[in-house]
C-alpha cells in the first residue's frame, strides 16, 4: 500500500550485523538482500491469502499485492510488499459512512451473487445504504499478516546473520 501501513524491521540494534557490515559489506548486503527477497515473498503470499476477493476475482486487488525487488541503500537493504490500487486502503482499514456509487457496486452484485440486473440494481442500492448507515469493516489483511508472520520474518533475518557470519569466517 501506498500510504497508511509502513512496517520496518530495523537491525541496526544488532551489534553483530554492524560490525560485520564495518568489516566485510558485499557479504551483508549480499545476505540481507537474499533475507528481503524471501521476507517479502512469504508476506505477499500471506497477505494474499488474507485478501477478500471481489469481482476480479485473482486478477484484482489479490492480483496486484506484489513484493517489490529489494533496492539497495547506505547502510542495508529496503523491501516492500504493496499494491498501486487504491481501493486497497478502505479494504484493508475500513471505511466511516459514505454514500458509495451505487454503480460498481451494481456491478459486484451481478457477478459475485449471480443477480439479473434488475435484482443487482436493487441489492447495490440496498448495499450502498448500508454502507452509508455503517461504513465498512477493514480487512487487516497487511496488518494481520505481519503480527502473525513477524516471527517468521524474524526468523529469515536470524537465518542471515548465521549466514554472515558463517562466510565472514570462511573468508578470513
Not at 112 to 120: F, S, T
Not at 146 to 160: P, S
Given at each position: 500500500m501506498s500510504d497508511g501501513l509502513d512496517i520496518r524491521i530495523d537491525?541496526?540494534?544488532?551489534?553483530?550485523?554492524?560490525?560485520?557490515?564495518?568489516?566485510?559489506?558485499?557479504?551483508?548486503?549480499?545476505?540481507?538482500y537474499g533475507a528481503t527477497w524471501e521476507a517479502s515473498l512469504f508476506l505477499q503470499?500471506?497477505?494474499?491469502?488474507?485478501?477478500?476477493?471481489?469481482?476480479?476475482?485473482?486478477?484484482?486487488?489479490?492480483?496486484s499485492i506484489s513484493a517489490r525487488e529489494p533496492g539497495r541503500i547506505a547502510d542495508g537493504v529496503i523491501g516492500a510488499v504493496a499494491t498501486s490500487l487504491a481501493h486497497a486502503a478502505p479494504v484493508e482499514l475500513g471505511t466511516k459512512p459514505h454514500m458509495p456509487p451505487v454503480k460498481p457496486i451494481e456491478d459486484w452484485a451481478r457477478i459475485?451473487?449471480?443477480?439479473?440486473?434488475?435484482?443487482?440494481k436493487g441489492a447495490a442500492f440496498a448495499i450502498a445504504r448500508k454502507i452509508a448507515r455503517e461504513g465498512t469493516e477493514g480487512a487487516f489483511m497487511f496488518t494481520e499478516t505481519?503480527?502473525?508472520?513477524?516471527?517468521?520474518?524474524?526468523?529469515?533475518?536470524?537465518?542471515?546473520l548465521e549466514r554472515i557470519a558463517a562466510r565472514m569466517t570462511e573468508a578470513r
Open positions: 537491525l541496526h540494534s544488532a551489534e553483530a550485523l554492524i560490525a560485520a557490515f564495518e568489516e566485510a559489506p558485499e557479504i551483508v548486503q549480499e545476505e540481507l503470499r500471506e497477505v494474499q491469502e488474507r485478501t477478500p476477493v471481489g469481482v476480479g476475482g485473482g486478477g484484482g486487488l489479490k492480483g459475485k451473487l449471480g443477480l439479473d440486473p434488475q435484482e443487482a505481519f503480527e502473525e508472520g513477524e516471527g517468521q520474518v524474524q526468523a529469515i533475518f536470524g537465518q542471515a
